[in-house]
């Protein structure tokens, strides 16, 4: 049964829901804030809240300077194609793992987490000369690529959890039924797996679209994504910081605006499985 | 369709491909720096005059750059054909082979160069990077402020001066402090300052034989010095406040002297970004009557890898970039201020630069007062002033720098720092091969 919760708890957790919501969502605030703001403006102290004189200058800057668009293209093609490269290896392994295990299955899981502790510095070289010899340096199925590589683990290790929450019964019962495995895992098994795939795909979309290591290392002008974009607004000499907010605001917006559309799905999937 | 029109539009065809197959595309990277972005500006101009060359920008972050040009070069990678270098990495990759040696046109006028910038730029009387824009460092200091404290800024300081100006500026309660250094760890930060101010000291970072010398007095002294000072009359929190740190509280009026690169003083002197911009004087950096100052010597320069496969491009770029008349197009466009400083003699002879730049002299003499071949008091095996032009120099420099940070925050005192910058310093020069 469930306990009756007082009308007064519910104000002071919604308060406080509201409350850390602001202090993580405050840094993201301050940047678009400084973003309108002058490079004298947003270094001032104390500094001004909205008591300034608002400017679309760093705005225009970065838009002169950068070709957005194309860093957008990039930032797209490679965290979508590299998802979705990493979702068609993913689903089958496993299903593998989930449905037909072996003694070795939670070894070979360990393993594959494990490649996620590999520093990334330690196989830069070794990855920039395979890169230079194929011809995939500043390109866009390089970056596709790498990205599959270093997500695959988490994206199986995720698809694993959600497919074990699937009672194996209904998928005997489709072979029963007469269906190939393939029809089993696209009509029977995806179907019922889609918030967790859908969720799964968001958060691996949004860990690519982040990565900042091999997107900075491997591209130059062709194929940079955002997060070069970003890094071409900080200065060793002068000031950055509105013309950076700007440009970090600019980068973030895509996402953000997908995440505010998709906080459905994104809250389901990873809650999924969570409470039985 | 007539035989005409089918001719021409196969001329057509043919000439367009034939532009195409000569066209050559360049890639430059470079890092955000005012003077930089301006010639990023300009590129069209480059372009109009050499309409075969397509150039291609990648701007970064220092620390960034640093890393994926140094990837680059050392595995023949091939993405860039002209890298923004520091003098800290021509001579090092000059030896390596890893740089194609420039020579240009007559018209370029190499003898024009700096002096000390382009010795710190060649290997063997070889220039391997052309200077973009150089800089040294210098004193800089509110004017009101030192009158107010009964006080006149000599042209040549010396640190005792400095010290005795910084007390008297200082005032807490309204958040006024007499002198602002960098406290940043790093190499490029407070490694760099504290290795110039102990030039000045006597000091060196090793002896003829590759022995680290932090366990001498000299380095004692510059330590204490600097620490005391710091404590007494700097900014709090000054452990992490590197160039742009120490550029905001100055530009905001909260420094009464700043000791760091020439280039700051175009920002400073800015009313459109410095509250203190008529205030603003200009000193040598200072000396303890040593023969050598506390100032350094860097210039970002460009050169051409030698994995390039467009170098005859990126040589004319480079010539284009670092030449006389690149000078005067940004003075005609920008205005002579905003013409990069540091590289060329004939800048500092230009009546219209020494009327736009106030700081113009001082600058030059603070970049000829500095030596990169003989850096300090007494002998050392190395070149650089304010780095050691060793690869090993910067993953030692930043650890070092951190216990010199440490040392500033108060969490160490400056004896164990400077043990820890000595026992570290030896591990890493024995596991080079350096000390035998």
Redesign the interface.
Known sequence: MARAVSSRRKIGFTILGWIVGFLIFFPILWTIIASFKTEAEAIAVPPSFINFDWTLENYITVNTRSDYPLHVMNSVVISVGSTILALCIAIPAAWAFAFSPTKRTKDVLMWMLSTKMLPAVGVLVPIYLLFRDWGLLDTRTGLVFVLCMINLPIIIWMLYTYFREIPVDILEAARMDGASLPKEVAYVLLPMAVPGIASTMLLNIILAWNEAFWTLNLTASNAAPLTAFIASYSSPEGLFWAKLSAASTLAIAPILIMGWFSQKQLVRGLTFGAVK | MSITKRTLLCACAVSALSTAALAQSI?I?T????DM?RM??LTDEFTAQHPDIEV???????N?LR??VT??I???????DVMTIGTYEVPIWANQDWLLPLEFSEEYDVDDLIGPIRDGLSVDGTLYAAPFYGESSMVMYRRDLMEAAGLEMPDAPTWDFIAEAARAMTDKENEVYGICLRGKAGW?ENAAFITATANSFGARWFDENWVPQFDTEPWKNTLDFYVNLMNEAGPPGASSNG??EN??LF??GKCGMWID?T??AS?VTNP??STVADQVGFALAPDNGLGKRGNWLWAWSLAIPAGSDNAEAATTFVEWATSRQYAELVAENEGWANVPPGTRTSLYENPNYQEAAPFAQMTLDSILSADPKNPTVDPVPYTGVQFVAIPEFQAIGTAVGQQFSAALAGTMSVDDALAAAQDLTTREMTRGGYIK
Request: proline share 0%.
């Open positions: 890639t990277a890092v955000n720096n005012g972005i990023q500006g291609n920008w990648v701007t970064l972050e220092e960034i890393q994926n990837v680059d050392a595995t023949q990678g091939g993405q860039y490029g160039f742009n550029l905001a530009q905001t690169a280039v700051a920002f459109d970004e």
